[in-house]
């Protein structure tokens, strides 16, 4: 069983740390490993690297507000949620709405739940087939009692990819708080958070190269939120904690590095991922899920690849048995979302998009990383074939 970083195709998963930004992270936990909110030369240390790399990724993401560390995406989007709810409701009068769409990531279903359990009112947006937002209904939805939106800009599973300016402006023109999950777009595109006109965005360093156990929320100037929990007031007291230097230090370098890599070639990604796609897509039993590059360029993640498995009969194959096939061949992929992978086989989001419980089931997704050459996806047609042979018979 191989287990080569070639193999490896789950980077909507997480991504191996670069190598960079784990030397910049142990030199940081060396030098820098003083509690930031401590008055001595130690602590000093710490809090100017702590600052520095905040300002460094204030400057990288074209943020003008607020940043706030997290513990990953999951707890960035709770703080967004949460934190921006109790700003906007006490409980008294009409119950607001909520609006999220039908394709969310678990953790943004959780405080949609969280929020429903304090009294809004939460309504999840239709999809398309290919797991795009329908806009029409969006629309509709906008209007009163609606004061918060939070929407996946690129969804993990199908790769779908919203059209994220024309729905911050519609939210800006209804006078509508926008969350975005921007853990999946981070790093696969270069952010302008000022530019897009949205009021909070999450993302995670875990998903660009940086190290897990980091996320971070954008928030537009002025912008208030309640804490989550209380402390130490660290982070504006937006967030209590002692904050992971090293962690940030390394989140910084991994988000410059990444829209570095972009600026040098932005189209790395497509051109490594639309031959692939078109040789898999010509092997039989195999069609796509989610929007179609060759159709819609822009509505797809640029590493992300989704399929359905059937069998020569046509019946939909178990996602997870192609996953562990092909892990015995020494490729790294993925059924659906590596969130879900415990729960049960039917993904919510297929489901979500209208495909039948089977169907549901049979979904793998392969999602490219920085590091790949074209010579080290040759062998993954022939894997897949062989997996889908081995699992029909
Ligand atoms: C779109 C999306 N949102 C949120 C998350 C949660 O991020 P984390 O695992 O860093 O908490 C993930 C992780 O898979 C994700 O893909």
Not at 129 to 138: P, T, Y
Not at 230 to 252: D, H, N, P
Not at 348 to 367: K, Q
């Amino acid at each position: 069983m191989a287990s080569t970083l070639q193999g490896y195709l789950d980077c909507s998963a997480t991504t191996p740390l670069a190598p960079e930004v784990a030397a910049e992270m142990a030199h940081v936990q060396a030098s820098a490993w003083g509690n930031p909110s401590s008055l001595h030369g130690y602590g000093v240390a710490a809090a100017e690297v702590l600052e520095r790399s905040r300002q460094r990724l204030a400057m990288a993401l074209g943020c003008s507000g607020r940043l706030c560390f997290s513990s990953g995406g999951t707890e960035s989007i709770h703080l967004a949620l949460l934190g921006a709810a109790a700003q906007l409701w006490s409980g008294n009068g009409q119950a607001p709405r909520l609006l999220i769409s039908a394709v969310e990531h678990p953790a943004t279903n959780a405080a949609a739940e969280r929020l429903a359990a304090l009294g809004w009112q939460v309504e999840r947006v239709p999809v398309t087939q290919e797991g795009l937002l329908d806009l029409e209904a969006f629309q509709q939805l906008l209007a009163p009692p609606t004061r918060l939106v939070s929407l996946i800009w690129g969804q993990s599973e199908v790769g779908a990819l919203l059209p994220l300016m024309e729905i911050a402006q519609r939210c800006r023109q209804a006078g509508v708080l926008l969350h975005v999950d921007a853990v999946q777009v981070a790093g696969q595109q270069a952010i302008s958070f000022d530019a897009l006109g949205v009021d909070l965005m999450s993302l995670a360093a875990h998903k660009l190269r940086g190290p897990r156990g980091i996320g971070l929320l954008l928030t537009r100037p002025g912008l208030e939120l309640q804490p989550l929990f209380g402390g130490g007031g660290q982070e504006g007291g937006w967030r209590a904690g002692t904050e992971a230097v090293a962690l940030i230090a390394g989140f910084a370098l991994a988000v410059e590095r990444r829209h570095r890599l972009l600026s040098e070639a932005p189209e790395a990604m497509v051109q490594l991922r639309d031959p692939l796609l078109q040789q898999l897509l010509d092997l039989p039993g195999l069609s796509l899920s989610g929007p179609d590059p060759s159709q819609q360029p822009s509505a797809r993640l640029p590493h992300h690849i989704s399929l359905l498995v059937r069998s020569d009969a046509g019946l939909p194959l178990s996602g997870r048995a192609v996953v562990r096939q092909l892990w015995s061949q020494g490729f790294a992929i993925s059924s659906g979302s590596a969130c879900s992978a415990h729960g049960d086989a039917r993904s919510p989001v297929l489901t979500a998009m209208g495909y039948d419980a089977a169907t549901a089931a049979s979904g793998i997704r392969i999602s490219l990383g920085d590091w790949h050459q074209p010579s080290d996806l040759h062998g993954l047609p022939e894997a897949l074939r062989r997996a889908r042979l081995e699992l029909s018979t």
